[in-house]
């Protein structure tokens, strides 16, 4: 319909339909104290509404997905998140331990690393020989 889509008639019917919601009388008494057609002035109250309505259910709809994105992104404390990145570079490092130690051939290291640098020496040997 264009000639709802007319910026100038779309802000005139605005206006008056604010100022018919803010004066407290009815729709026939406003009409007639500001000489205008009852009809259009159903018209436009209808398609203003009804475009004011869509602003609001999408605003309320990016509420809402603001609100469950919240919820999803922190569910978990900071501190909590803290120890259980802790525990995943504990679990890497410890990953990577056995398999340097299942590399050299050994089932069973210390924290230290054990004998691996001399297994390991002993091994480079044995290959260069």
């Known amino acids: 319909m264009e ?5 100038a008639r779309r802000s005139f019917w605005s206006v008056h339909v604010e100022a018919w919601r803010r004066s407290g009388l009815s729709k026939r008494k406003y009409c007639r104290q500001h000489r205008l057609s009852g009809g ?18 999408a605003e309320l709809r990016r509420e809402e997905r603001r609100e469950r994105l919240r919820k999803k992104r922190s569910p978990v404390s900071k501190d909590q998140r803290c120890r259980a990145v802790q525990a995943f570079w504990a679990m890497h490092v410890e990953a990577m331990r056995w398999t340097a130690a299942a590399h050299v051939g050994l089932a069973d290291i210390g924290r230290d690393g054990g004998m691996v640098p001399q297994l390991i020496e002993q091994r480079n040997g044995a290959l260069a020989t």
Do not use: G, P, S
Not at 3 to 7: C, V
């Open 40 to 57: 259009t002035f159903d018209r436009w109250l209808r398609h203003l509404i009804d475009a004011e309505t869509l602003k609001i259910r």
């Open 3 to 7: 000639y709802f889509k007319n910026d």
